[in-house]
């Protein structure tokens, strides 16, 4: 099946510094990646689509300046907190969808999650 | 506004029995659904996908939709204290983004 994974699966940064997080396909081309966020009890929440080769769309509320995207190959998008604070700090989880299956079942894949802790 | 809503539950069963979880969503132009399963600090399993009326089984499974009534639900039959977590529900529209459902948290009691 497809596997997304996610590199660091913790990270603990001081407030003001920059985290950058990577998702890779390891199995399949993703012409697409997805970057959520999940805060405890709740639900995920849409940050951002990242395509590649081109600039992310942010979702309404998503500082675009603080939370960097960037997706340089069918198999790779980062997201990079900059100047993180300790409101920042949550699960962060990208997935991606399999170009294969362009124009077909919209199935996302998930990574593992990337648990940010901002002291 | 485009919606998912579930009921947040708790929802308690006993083991071997059939738990049900129910989901509705607002955007008429939804095709496509999701049942995601998620274990406290973990990312979300995809357990099952339906795209069209009717009922589609797998395994322990089935999920139900019925797009007249803007309605997705998922069986779990003879549930299993494995089977604890909580369940989001998805809807993929127009622009194939996911939105998500609060989630409801099963637990299947021994």
Redesign the interface.
């Known amino acids: 099946g497809a596997v997304v994974s996610q590199h660091p699966s913790w990270v603990i940064c001081k407030s003001g510094t920059s985290v950058k997080i990577e998702c890779r396909s390891l199995d399949f081309q993703a012409t697409?990646m997805?970057w959520y966020r999940q805060f405890p009890k709740?639900?995920?929440?849409?940050m951002a689509?990242s395509n590649e080769g081109s600039k992310a769309t942010y979702e309404q509320g998503v500082e675009k300046d603080k939370f960097l995207i960037n997706h340089a190959s069918l198999t790779l998008s980062t997201l990079t907190v900059t100047s993180a604070h300790p409101e920042d700090s949550s699960f962060y989880?990208c997935?991606a969808?399999d170009r294969s299956l362009a124009g077909g079942?919209?199935?996302?894949?998930?990574?593992?999650?990337t648990?940010l802790t901002v002291t | 506004q485009k919606e998912v809503e579930q009921n947040s539950g708790p929802l308690s069963v006993p083991e071997g029995a059939i738990a049900s979880l129910n989901c509705t969503y607002s955007d008429r132009v939804s095709?496509?659904f999701?049942w995601?399963r998620q274990y406290s600090?973990?990312?979300?399993?995809?357990i099952m996908?339906i795209?069209s009326n009717g009922d589609k089984e797998d395994g322990r499974f089935t999920a139900q939709l019925n797009k007249a009534s803007q309605y997705v639900s998922l069986l779990i039959r003879d549930s299993q204290p494995s089977d604890s977590a909580t369940y989001?529900c998805a809807a993929?529209g127009s622009?194939?983004?996911?939105?998500?459902?609060?989630?409801t948290q099963l637990t299947v009691l021994p």
């Open positions: 697409t997805f709740q639900s995920l929440m849409l689509t989880i997935s969808r079942p919209e199935e996302q894949y998930f990574g593992p999650g648990r | 095709q496509s999701f995601y600090g973990k990312s979300p399993e995809l996908s795209y989001l993929s622009a194939r983004q996911l939105t998500f459902g609060s989630g």
